[in-house]
């Protein structure tokens, strides 16, 4: 069955991973203790009073997903259930209203199916990015929550994250930063946490590292996260994952760590140290924008950790990607039943 939806007139595969307006997002409004039905707009300003206070004091969270083309035609959402469920993790954590799971979901496919002209066709590489976005709107000077806010979904079709696409990458240890705070919002997908990453990104960035890996804020000893993503080791048949409160739960980890385990791998979800990581034979940065970046090398002060040759994925993080990207856009059976589908 081909796709009886007339694509945009795009490069689909040349797309950067960057935004471009797409005809429609949806809007919710939280007042008067509940949320709006929502509505379509196809206005991509956002009009805002100027005490907000998520201008102010950083009270908004989101979301990062995708939709595919699969194989036979049809227009799929990637687990947007579990990223309901992160967002409501994160409204609590900073006090904001949780929004339903359900009503999410219907809005994610709701807003998908709007821009279908924008899902990039099946073959080209590129998806259709979906940034859900809360924000406390009501006007308020004082320190405390809001009293309204907003949730905005809005899609955008981009190519892949990196553009040398599925190569290791070099990532260098940066102690000189941290991301996050013990006993923090470590864990809440906030935009205060990226901000935090930003000067070490950039440092990483400025000596020619396109990833940085953080370490815990209180010991500098254990693995905390890369600046864009999740990390995964593999030593012999196990995956290997960090455990700790100051990380983001990521879905794309999650969702590995379930094909793993079908594969007959070890799951081994634990304190990982900086020194442990020299005897591992893979590593993998793995979130929704790249999916897994294999890393070839980490610099950690003195010492490169290098895995495999440095120069290709190793066998292991390229079979787990492979099936992970089979299952998202339908090239093979959704045997976890994670594929939502929208009608178009």
Request: glycine share 10%; proline share 6%; with cysteine.
């Amino acid at each position: 069955m081909s796709s009886a939806v007339k694509k945009a007139d795009l490069d689909w595969g040349n797309l950067p991973f960057g935004y471009m307006k797409t005809d429609f997002n949806i809007r919710f409004y939280f007042k008067d203790g509940k949320w709006s039905e929502g509505e379509l707009s196809s206005d991509e300003n956002v009009p805002i009073n100027i005490a907000a206070p998520c201008l102010h004091y950083g009270q908004q969270a989101f979301e990062g997903m995708k939709a595919f083309e699969t194989a036979d035609g049809r227009i799929v959402c990637f687990r947007p259930d579990e990223n309901a469920k992160r967002l409501q993790a994160s409204a609590r954590r900073i006090y904001m209203p949780e929004f339903p799971v359900d009503k999410f979901v219907e809005a994610t496919k709701k807003v998908v199916a709007a821009n279908a002209r924008f899902v990039p066709p099946y073959g080209t590489g590129a998806s259709l990015y979906i940034r859900p976005v809360m924000i406390g709107v009501g006007g308020k000077v004082g320190l405390g929550p809001a009293s309204e806010y907003m949730l905005i979904i809005f899609v955008t079709p981009v190519g892949p994250y990196y553009k040398g696409g599925f190569k290791p990458v070099k990532a260098l240890v940066v102690e000189q930063f941290d991301r996050a705070a013990p006993l923090g919002v470590g864990d809440c997908k906030v935009g205060g946490n990226y901000a935090a990453g930003l000067r070490g990104g950039e440092y990483g960035h400025d000596q020619g590292y396109p990833v940085v890996l953080y370490l815990d804020p209180k010991e500098k000893t254990y693995i905390d996260e890369f600046s864009t993503s999740n990390f995964i080791g593999v030593k012999g048949n196990s995956y290997i994952t960090p455990d700790s409160e100051t990380i983001l739960p990521s879905i794309t980890n999650k969702s590995l760590t379930d094909i793993a385990a079908h594969l007959g791998m070890k799951i081994e979800k634990r304190s990982v140290t900086i020194h442990e990581v020299e005897s591992f034979d893979e590593v993998g940065a793995v979130g929704t924008a790249a999916v897994v970046t294999p890393i070839g090398s980490i610099d950690y002060r003195e010492k490169k950790f290098v895995f495999g040759d440095g120069a290709n994925p190793g066998p292991v993080i390229s079979k787990l990607y492979e099936n992970y990207v089979g299952i998202q856009t339908g090239q093979l059976p959704d045997i976890f039943n994670w594929l939502v589908d929208v009608d178009k």
